[in-house]
């Protein structure tokens, strides 16, 4: 009976098992590889700490971690010892992770005047070139902004085939209202490269835009950005707004 490739990778140790399938696994689509082709946003949490705690040879590491502290607010939080304790944790390895999650606090709690600030088209696909442009998937994020258009955050809403059967408008206002944003513009990318709005790109932000003025939230503009730093305004091209 030829093996089932299904079961090849049950090792006697499971972690062996999972040390093997990741070896295994093609390169484009192993932690290091997806974060280059999707951007950090696209990775699990358990995939940036694989990255960060370089544990690719103990990739149960993130997982263990996960484990015993279930967010990363725990893991912040937690006691050096405890996580000292957790096995393939080094001093090496907690010194990263320490740092990585205070640079993540500091982030959040750096005064407003020090975020970015969008005064224009220009000035929005600027912060977003540098995670979106060259993508091989499509992505959309939300660009959310307060009442002085500094920046709050650039959430990932989609990633893959975007079109209209898939785009949920409320979800792109979600964290919008979570954090209570005075305004913000959607961007996504053309993996093509060009920057030309299609129909559906247009009828998408006619519905955003309505959706926007029911939940009290300015939907400043609609960018697409393509290849070699260019980009298209829907709102400075008329069209959806």
């Known amino acids: ?34 974060l280059e082709r ?18 690719r040879s103990d990739p149960l590491l993130p997982l263990r971690l996960l484990n015993r502290w279930n967010t990363l607010s725990e893991l912040a939080h937690a006691n050096p010892a405890d996580l000292m304790s957790v096995e393939g944790v080094s001093r090496m390895r907690l010194a990263r992770l320490r740092a990585a999650l205070e640079l993540g606090r500091r982030m959040l709690t750096e005064p407003l005047q020090d975020r970015p600030l969008v005064r224009s088209p220009q000035d929005a696909a600027e912060l ?7 993508l091989e998937q499509e992505q959309m994020r939300v660009v959310l902004l307060n009442t002085k258009n500094r920046v709050l955050g650039m959430p990932l809403v989609y990633q893959g085939s975007l079109h209209t059967t898939v785009i949920r ?14 305004a913000l513009i959607v961007a996504h990318n053309h993996p093509s490269g060009f920057c030309d709005p ?20 300015d939907v ?22």
């Open 198 to 217: 299609s129909p559906e790109d247009v009828s998408v932000t006619a519905e955003i835009v309505k959706s926007g003025k029911l939940l009290d939230v």
């Open 169 to 182: 408008v409320g979800e792109l206002f979600r964290e919008a209202v979570r954090q209570n944003a005075a």
């Open 220 to 241: 400043v503009d609609h960018l697409i950005l393509g290849s070699g730093g260019r980009w298209a305004s829907l709102k400075e091209r008329g069209l959806g707004f």
């Open 128 to 134: 977003l070139i540098p995670e979106m442009a060259g």
């Open 1 to 34: 009976m030829p093996p089932n490739t299904q079961l090849s990778y049950l090792l006697p140790s499971p972690e062996d098992g999972a040390i093997r399938l990741l070896r295994e696994t093609p390169a484009n689509e192993q932690a290091l590889a997806r």
């Open 38 to 55: 999707c951007g950090p946003s696209g990775l699990s949490i358990a995939e940036l700490l694989q990255i960060f705690l370089d544990s």
